[in-house]
């Protein structure tokens, strides 16, 4: 998780890749291709940027940093003499509505600041999520549901965020709490030093326990947590590969230089786009299982993962 110190200012931050690519009609061949899948607003996020809740114009510059989200930390990245500060800035600024999606992690919902997080921020017009950390159980979930419930209205998306044994153990049943939690990710400083986990294996199972836990429930796969050294993008594009091959999608940054390398990991190669599309191309073809002249079987669930494939190519 995001530690005290932040994000840097955003100054010279540069660009991630483009929005999506506008549809378009399948080539002389009639084979589809990338353009040719739609895309939607059900393409996951691939980037989430943390920036401290007491710096509000460093949120206002990583509002137009590239990321798919911000999150404004009112909890780790905020000491505790500034968090009534955060809290009040983050009202203020997010009173209207956004240009990108904003979260807002609000302090250990076992504390004594979550309650004033919550009745601050939930409601405002521009807040898209609520990250909740440290989550441990289903109740909370269903607490916090209950309490930012708008008379007449419906629960702003939460989000969990397991950086525990005990919370990881239950990562379906607080997956599966309530209808407006729609994403899980795991804290990983956090757990940690909770199992006492000295390098990454330690973390494979907590890692595949959330992934597995997240589809299980119906949810988009899960975020990777933050590389926590900034300067790292050889390690952190590294990190992201390893995250991708156990069922990651995207990940958590804490410095706007992060972002270009979360997206070029988890956006498809032109190799996965190729083999994608003769996928897709095969299957609108021929129905039912079958072989390819290059020796791959296709079935439902590798047209299912190939036209996923080709929907997140529409991001380059």
């Not at 326990?209 to 900034?230: K, M, Y």
């Amino acid at each position: 998780m995001p530690g005290a110190t932040g994000v840097p200012p955003t100054t010279g931050v540069p660009g991630t890749c483009g929005g999506p690519t506008a549809a378009g009609a399948p080539g002389a061949s009639g084979v589809p291709t990338a353009a040719d899948v739609p895309t939607g607003s059900a393409t996951p996020p691939l980037t989430w940027l943390y920036v401290p809740g007491d710096r509000p114009r460093t949120v206002v510059k990583a509002l137009g940093a590239g990321a798919d989200v911000v999150v404004v930390d009112l909890e780790d990245a905020v000491a505790p003499d500034r968090k009534e500060y955060a809290r009040a800035a983050t009202a203020e600024l997010l009173g209207e509505p956004q240009p990108v999606p904003v979260h807002v992690r609000v302090n250990d919902l076992d504390g004594p600041l979550a309650a004033a997080d919550l009745a601050a921020v939930a409601a405002l017009p521009g807040v898209s999520g609520l990250r909740l950390p440290k989550v441990t159980s289903p109740a909370q979930i269903v607490r916090v549901a209950e309490r930012t419930a708008p008379v007449g209205g419906g629960v702003p998306a939460l989000y969990a965020l397991l950086e525990s044994a005990l919370g990881v153990e239950l990562a379906h049943a607080i997956a599966t709490a309530h209808p407006a939690l729609r994403g899980i990710a795991l804290g990983e400083a956090d757990l940690r030093a909770d199992l006492g986990v000295r390098d990454d294996a330690g973390l494979d199972w907590p890692r595949s326990r959330v992934v597995v836990a997240a589809r299980a429930a119906g949810l988009a796969p899960p975020p990777q947590s933050v590389h926590p050294d900034t300067r790292d993008l050889v390690g952190l594009a590294a990190s992201c590969a390893r995250g991708r091959a156990l069922g990651f999608l995207g990940r958590a940054a804490i410095h706007p230089r992060q972002l270009p390398v979360i997206e070029r990991a988890y956006l498809p190669t032109q190799e996965e786009i190729e083999q994608a599309e003769t996928v897709v191309a095969a299957a609108a073809a021929e129905q039912g299982a079958q072989a390819l002249a290059d020796g791959r079987f296709v079935d439902e669930a590798v047209v299912v993962a190939a036209r996923r494939t080709l929907s997140l190519a529409h991001r380059r």
